[in-house]
């Protein structure tokens, strides 16, 4: 059989194009060298955040890929457990931020609270630690470890076909030479996320990617429910919505006499909450072609300190892990080493929240604009 389009790489890029494909009505394939999906899309957040994203493209493509998110979630069965955001500005540094954020198109619909009304809608984070906040309603939180089995399961039953356990080889003038054989395909777009040396590495090397290693955590529940999930001081210089503003200058100047460590480390605060009330917490970003894949206690440290800064707790820690992703200076990158064949890497860590608006572009790209078609 020959496919219309074989994918290699079932992470979430490489699943956000198969949605675009059979939205088109077209064959798909996905080929994956894992026995199943284990890579950066089960461990992260699960947080399709689309304030704070990089004006421009990428929040365009974050707001299309919420807008897609709660479009499938139900279909696939995906529960959405959280909606929303709230930016907590610990200090008042950070308020400028927030107020220059919302006075651009990024901050269409959010809404800024004092810090009164955002301990009367939050609850339960310290009075003491908050300044002012921002309410982004745009944002939905899945559980990444099983939002993307039954995405996979999904796509499965309304015709997707899967060859897992198969690595690509090279691409071909027929498809893909895996280890498990042939494929057939008119059109071929390469998902290989990390993957730096197996497929085109010379795209990887002129656009400058290297590897970022992240360290997350997941604590026990703290015995109250988070209305939506939270960011803080480190975030807004951190996240290019916000840190690309000249207001933020005077807050990355605080933290980096206050929070050095931090900053070192890459770690800024995101707090989200599951259905049996845990809360994942992280993260930290380190950076190299190879990173050690050994989690480092003090940055976890660092993480739970501002968590407990936050929160005025930090439960006991249930889980840890530690994920890798492409990263580059730019949010990802599209290459074209054929008329039929499209090379996507996302390479900002912000797979979850761009994947299906960037799909949606590759077709366009390959194929002009996108029919009117319901998915099944």
């Not at 009505?25 to 399709?48: E, K, T, Y």
């Not at 997350?216 to 703290?222: D, G, H, I, T, V």
């Amino acid at each position: 059989m020959t496919y219309d389009v074989a994918i290699v790489g079932a992470g979430i890029v490489g699943l956000a194009h198969a949605v675009a494909a059979v939205r088109r009505g077209l064959s798909v394939i996905v080929v994956d060298r894992d026995a199943r999906p284990i890579g950066a899309s089960i461990r992260n957040f699960g947080f399709i955040t689309v304030t704070g994203q990089r004006r421009g493209e990428t929040w365009r493509r974050a707001m299309r890929s919420a807008a897609v998110w709660a479009e499938i979630a139900p279909r696939a069965g995906i529960a959405i457990e959280q909606r929303g955001l709230y930016v907590l500005a610990r200090r008042e540094e950070g308020i400028p931020i927030l107020e220059a954020f919302a006075k651009t198109e990024m901050g269409e619909a959010c809404t800024l609270l004092s810090a009164t009304e955002a301990h009367a809608r939050i609850g339960d984070v310290q009075p003491e630690a908050l300044s002012a906040a921002m309410f982004s309603p745009h944002e939905l939180r899945v559980e990444s470890r099983d939002a993307i089995p039954k995405l996979v399961g999904w796509l499965a039953d309304i015709g997707v076909s899967f060859r897992f356990s198969c690595a690509a080889r090279a691409v071909t003038p027929s498809g893909v030479s895996t280890s498990r054989g042939d494929v057939n395909a008119e059109t071929v777009i390469v998902c290989s996320g990390d993957d730096l040396a197996t497929l085109y590495p010379e795209n990887y090397e002129r656009f400058g990617v290297t590897r970022c290693i992240l360290q997350m955590l997941r604590l026990e529940s703290p015995g109250f429910t988070l209305p939506a999930p939270l960011m803080t001081d480190l975030s807004l210089v951190r996240y290019r919505g916000y840190a690309d503003l000249p207001e933020s200058a005077q807050l990355r100047s605080i933290l980096q006499r206050e929070q050095a460590e931090y900053l070192e480390h890459g770690v800024h605060l995101i707090i989200v909450q599951s259905g049996d009330g845990s809360l994942v917490v992280g993260d930290s970003h380190h950076y190299a072609d190879a990173p050690a894949p050994f989690a480092d206690s003090s940055v976890e440290s660092l993480i739970l300190a501002e968590a407990r800064a936050t929160l005025g707790t930090a439960p006991a820690v249930r889980e840890r892990w530690t994920g890798t992703y492409a990263s580059a200076a730019e949010d990802m990158f599209r290459a074209s080493p054929d008329i039929r064949t499209r090379h996507v890497v996302v390479t900002s860590g912000t797979g979850a929240s761009t994947a299906f608006g960037i799909a949606e572009e590759t077709f366009a790209d390959l194929f002009g604009p996108a029919p009117d078609r319901t998915l099944p």
